[in-house]
């Protein structure tokens, strides 16, 4: 539980509340607004945490994440009727438990139907961030920067918007950029990185993307020429 927790507030989640029981966690469900709850299917007993997962989906219809020791066709037959948005596998590290939360985001907010099968999971190329009291989703290719403040990561996308996660930059790299697509990145300061497709020319120590200039100190020129295939 506690590195859940932890692991949550890395991540910029605020945990509101705890329980190691069904009969804990009904007054908890009931007395908390929250965004998407996590829950061990075996909370206090064998399945005995799909009923809560029917409460939250059906009653208070918010997603909501299952945690097991497997996923198998079994689990999947019996957790069917409580339409879980996503699985995540124990034990897990927080790569697996930021993608699980994604994967439950995304299939709420599109409205799709709960899993049907242990290889659905959220599109590698988009993630979620919070507004306000909406989520909003951002194509992974349409983020030109991701600028470190301290501990947070500001991301500048496309169109100039700039959203802001609770990660810091290096754990967003290590954690939050889906594995796949961390080589269309690359970092140009201590500070940011950009997203390669969008550096249009390098002008002696800046990098100019989408009408932008970027600092690059000298630390990080050789593996920027390398990375954009630059012969000088």
């Not at 954690?175 to 080589?183: A, E, M, T």
Request: proline share 4%; with cysteine; hydrophobic share 40%.
């Amino acid at each position: 539980m506690q590195q859940i927790r932890y692991h949550l507030d890395q991540f910029g989640y605020k945990v509101v509340a705890s329980a190691q029981t069904v009969e804990a966690a009904l007054p908890a469900i009931s007395a908390n607004n929250f965004d998407i709850a996590l829950l061990d299917i075996n909370l206090n007993g064998r399945n005995s945490g799909i009923e809560l997962g029917r409460l939250i989906s059906q009653t208070l219809k918010k997603p909501f994440i299952f945690i097991t020791s497997s996923i198998h066709d079994g689990i999947i037959d019996e957790t069917a009727s409580a339409h879980p948005s996503a699985f995540l596998t124990k034990p897990f590290n927080p790569a697996t438990l930021y993608i699980s939360i994604q994967s439950a985001l995304h299939h709420f907010s599109a409205g799709q139907p709960p899993l049907q099968t242990k290889n659905t999971a959220v599109s590698p190329n988009s993630f979620f961030v919070k507004m306000g009291n909406k989520y909003i989703r951002i194509d992974w290719e349409d983020v030109v920067c991701l600028r470190s403040e301290t501990n947070y990561t500001n991301i500048i996308t496309a169109d100039n918007s700039t959203y802001m996660i609770r990660s810091s930059l290096q754990r967003t790299m290590q954690h939050i950029v889906p594995q796949g697509l961390k080589n269309n990145f690359v970092q140009i300061n201590r500070a940011e990185v950009l997203h390669i497709k969008y550096i249009g020319k390098i002008v002696e120590d800046e990098a100019i993307a989408k009408g932008r200039s970027y600092s690059i100190t000298e630390s990080y020129m050789k593996n920027l020429k390398q990375q954009l295939n630059i012969v000088s």
